[in-house]
Nanobody
Framework: QVQLVESGGGLVQPGGSLRLSCAAS????????MGWYRQAPGKQRDLVALINTSGRTNYADSVKGRFTISRDNSKNTVYLQMNSLRSEDTAVYYCKVGRGTGVGLVDYWGEGTLVTVSS
């Protein structure tokens, strides 16, 4: 099992910045990718950004140029720097980790951290 602890959410004004963190612990051997998804009220959970062990990244079009995902492998932690925040970025942000196992790829989710963008 992999345990994920997220932090960094909160209330921010439009145009502001926040940095989310997600620390993985437990059976961390074999982690292939780490990333963030978000779910706004009444909407499905969507990809925000992913980063693999090689540092290759993938972003949703809506956050390109504003959000940056990074990873500290020594700390098993993934970060999401969010700049130029908009009201439509308001959502619960979930950390996701993909780990390779003997039975294939297994995904783990954090409990989520709320980001509210409002004046």
């Amino acid at each position: 099992q992999v345990q994920l602890v997220e932090s960094g959410g909160g209330l921010v004004q439009p145009g502001g910045s926040l940095r989310l963190s997600c620390a993985a612990s437990g059976s961390i051997f074999g982690i292939i990718y780490m990333g963030w998804y978000r779910q706004a009220p009444g909407k499905q959970r969507d990809l925000v950004a992913l980063i693999n062990t090689s540092g290759r990244t993938n972003y949703a079009d809506s956050v390109k140029g504003r959000f940056t995902i990074s990873r500290d492998n020594s700390k098993n932690t993934v970060y999401l720097q969010m700049n130029s925040l908009r009201s439509e970025d308001t959502a619960v942000y979930y950390c996701k980790v993909g780990r390779g196992t003997g039975v294939g790829l297994v995904d783990y989710w954090g409990e989520g951290t709320l980001v509210t963008v409002s004046s």
